[in-house]
């Protein structure tokens, strides 16, 4: 199903084989998975004055866990892990270790947070676009890529707060605008004198097939037109086919780029950032 808006062609695009899943409520430790296994772990224990060196360590009681469960539920082969906190001081080692009483390899992106948006760039490629863009927006930052360079752009919370999912939204709804000025500014100050042909933009939230945005906590679920509202926010001046996803089955994505998962048939993608989100991965 696609849609034309601002000269764009918009398209929920789901990649052959991937399928989202919802991990971030996983009862784990008496608690929600993101609660442990998340940012706000992570500043909370910064505050707490953890070293840098240890933080990792806190989270992988929580991510044990969760993968003792989720590799059993799912009968996965591998497991493949993204995001920016599989960037933290130590993390590959110690995941290795806690993991070795599982029964698949668990892999650690060789480059954690930026490999899903560069997939997103090799989604585009079937297409020979001149200046392909790609985003990965997630709760708390967007990463942009072109073939060129890649760049983050940060959530602004002081001007953007954070919606949890079940937490009242404004009753004007100015989020909405608010949110779409972030993702449309990045895209835009990302393109700068070179506007893009074609675009792969993942969001965090849940979307059907008429592109219907889910819960996050930019609070936007429901509202119908948010990337044609983005597009024309952009003010883009080209226009092209702008691929649309989740960001965990992008990341579902980026694992069937890695070689060491060749030979994998299931494979479990979680993607460590704000909160946890999933997908499967399966081979034909």
């Not at 702008?242 to 960001?247: A, G, I, S």
Request: charged share 20%; net charge negative.
């Amino acid at each position: 199903m696609s849609t034309v808006a601002h000269g764009w062609t918009l398209r929920r695009h789901v990649p052959p084989g991937v399928t989202n899943l919802e991990v971030w409520n996983l009862p784990v430790l008496g608690h929600e998975l993101w609660e442990l296994l998340g940012s706000a772990r992570v500043d909370e224990a910064r505050r707490d004055g953890v070293p840098e060196s240890m933080l990792a360590f806190h989270l992988l009681p929580a991510l044990a866990g969760a993968l003792g469960e989720l590799t059993s539920r799912h009968d996965v082969d591998a497991v493949w892990l993204s995001g920016g906190l599989a960037c933290l001081e130590g993390f590959a080692p110690l995941v290795e270790e806690v993991t070795a009483a599982l029964p698949c390899p668990v892999y650690v992106a060789d480059d954690p947070r930026f490999a899903p948006v560069r997939a997103g760039l090799r989604i585009l490629a079937p297409m020979r676009p001149n200046r392909p863009v790609a985003l990965d927006m997630g709760q708390t930052s967007i990463k942009c890529a072109s073939p060129q360079a890649v760049h983050v752009f940060e959530r602004d919370t002081a001007t953007l707060p954070l919606l949890f999912i079940g937490m009242p939204r404004p009753a004007d709804k100015h989020h909405i605008p608010a949110a779409v000025r972030f993702v449309a500014g990045a895209l835009r100050d990302f393109a700068g004198q070179q506007p893009p042909d074609a675009l792969c933009l993942a969001l965090p939230c849940p979307l059907d097939a008429a592109l219907l945005p889910g819960g996050c906590t930019y609070g936007w679920e429901g509202h119908a037109p948010l990337v044609a509202d983005i597009l024309r926010e952009s003010a883009l001046p080209t226009g092209g086919t702008v691929l649309v996803l989740n960001d965990a089955e992008l990341a579902a994505e980026a694992a069937r780029g890695d070689a060491r998962l060749a030979d994998s048939r299931r494979v479990l993608c979680l993607t460590l950032g704000f909160g946890p989100g999933g997908a499967l991965l399966e081979r034909a």
